[in-house]
Every structure is written in structure tokens, then in C-alpha cells.
């Protein structure tokens, strides 16, 4: 039973346009949302975070937003740029209390063309 | 701090044989994670520690597999005796707690032939 769920396998979108990338979950008792990047041959490295009190959270080029009613989150980046290109992890936590325990999404892989 | 390290980067073995995975998590840290990844499941969390006790072991998927923290400093996953659907990349990753994140090692990637 896949909890949190990632449906587009790939994006590819042009530099300076921007990237959506989408994320959807079944269990309302998630309470903190965090999206990962990573790179070939290395591991996830943190991106952004977004806590169930909030709708948006904002870094620079990264904005990531949260429909709680519709249990679904999305990560915008403006503008896109080809060092972007990476797979892109979302995961959920806060069902098994204060564990740190987190649910991550199969990934997306974006790229990003000149 | 030199991150989380494991050893080793890659690792091909013949069907059968037991494979060592081992991760050294951020010194502080009190929660150690073991995840594998696979495309058809992303990243999968196989086992969890707090203060080097097991919590959850429920994504460990047979006997086969286990896992150790004997300290703070060190964790091992062993695959014994290991089989082709075992190949993927494994990942170990440590978290001063929760809604910090985790920060990853570069994985090991093994290779069951």
C-alpha cells in the first residue's frame, strides 16, 4: 500500500520555464511533507519542507505548496534551470508520532533542456 | 562532520553468498534508517533505530535480511543468503529526530548475479 504516491515518472520541461511536480497522499495524519533531490550515484539530499499548518513554504526558486483537503502537495521551481535536472522525492511523516519515521513517493525524474 | 558514510559503494556477489552492508551515521544523530530503492517502489524504508534499538523492522521483506546497531557510531544490514530480486541501491540515513529530515549516505549498490 503505497501512502504516498508520485505519478508522473518523468518531466521534462525548458530552462527558465517552470517545473511542477506533483505528490499525492492517502493518510490524513501526516502532519509534516519534505521533498527530496538527488543526483546520480549520490544520495537524497533535502530540499524543502512544508508543516499541515501551512498551505505554502518558500525557498528562492523553490516553492512548495499543500492542498490538505485534497491530500496533495506539488513543488514549483522558477525558473528551471539544467542543474535542476534530478529525481525528486517526495515523503511524508507524523503517523507513527514523533519518530521522524518517513514515507517516501516512487520519484520524478525532471529534466530540464537548455 | 564527514556526513554519513557507508561502505561499500558497490558491491557484486554470486546468488547465495552473504553481503555486509555498513553505515556510519552523523555523530548526534539518534535515529538510523535503511532504505532501498527500486523504480518501482522509490525508496522503501526497510528498518529503523532510536538510540541503536530497533523500532520498526516491518519493511525488513524476509528472514533473509537483518540488521544491527551494536553502537551510536555503527549499523550493519546483512543479506543472507542473498538473491537477484536483492540488487538495488541501499541507502542509510541518520536524523537528530523528527521533522529535521535525514541526510543520506551515497548508498551502496548492490549487484546479485
Known amino acids: 500500500d503505497q501512502q504516498v504516491k508520485q505519478n508522473s515518472p518523468s518531466l521534462s520541461v525548458q530552462e527558465g520555464r517552470i517545473s511542477i511536480l506533483n505528490c499525492d497522499y492517502t493518510?490524513?495524519?501526516?502532519?509534516?511533507f519534505l521533498w527530496y533531490k538527488k543526483y546520480p550515484a549520490e544520495g537524497p539530499t533535502f530540499l524543502i519542507s512544508?508543516?499541515?499548518?501551512?498551505d505554502k513554504n518558500e525557498d528562492g526558486r523553490f516553492t512548495v505548496f499543500l492542498n490538505k483537503s485534497a491530500k496533495h502537495l506539488s513543488l514549483h521551481i522558477v525558473p528551471s534551470q539544467p542543474g535542476d535536472s534530478a529525481v525528486y522525492f517526495c515523503?511524508?511523516?507524523?503517523?507513527?508520532?514523533?519518530?521522524?519515521?518517513?514515507?517516501f513517493g516512487q520519484g520524478t525524474t525532471l529534466q530540464v533542456k537548455p | 562532520d564527514a556526513g554519513v558514510i557507508q561502505s561499500p559503494r558497490h558491491e557484486v556477489t554470486e546468488m547465495g553468498q552473504e553481503v555486509t552492508l555498513r553505515c556510519k551515521p552523523i555523530?548526534?544523530?539518534?535515529?538510523l534508517f535503511w532504505y532501498r530503492q527500486t523504480m518501482m517502489r522509490g525508496l522503501e524504508l526497510l528498518i529503523y533505530?532510536?538510540?541503536?534499538?530497533?523500532?520498526?523492522d516491518s519493511g525488513m521483506p524476509e528472514d533473509r535480511f537483518s540488521a544491527k546497531m551494536p553502537n551510536a557510531s555503527f549499523s550493519t544490514l546483512k543479506i543472507q543468503p542473498s538473491e537477484p530480486r536483492d540488487s538495488a541501491v541501499y541507502f542509510c540515513?541518520?536524523?537528530?529526530?523528527?521533522?529535521?529530515?535525514?541526510?543520506f549516505g551515497s548508498g551502496t549498490r548492490l549487484t546479485v548475479v
Open positions: 533505530f532510536n538510540n541503536n534499538v530497533p523500532i520498526d
Open positions: 555523530s548526534g544523530h539518534d535515529y
Open positions: 540515513a541518520s536524523s537528530p529526530g523528527a521533522h529535521y529530515g535525514y541526510t
Open positions: 512544508i508543516s499541515s499548518i501551512k
Open positions: 493518510n490524513s495524519m501526516f502532519d509534516y
Open positions: 515523503a511524508a511523516s507524523g503517523v507513527s508520532g514523533n519518530t521522524g519515521k518517513l514515507i
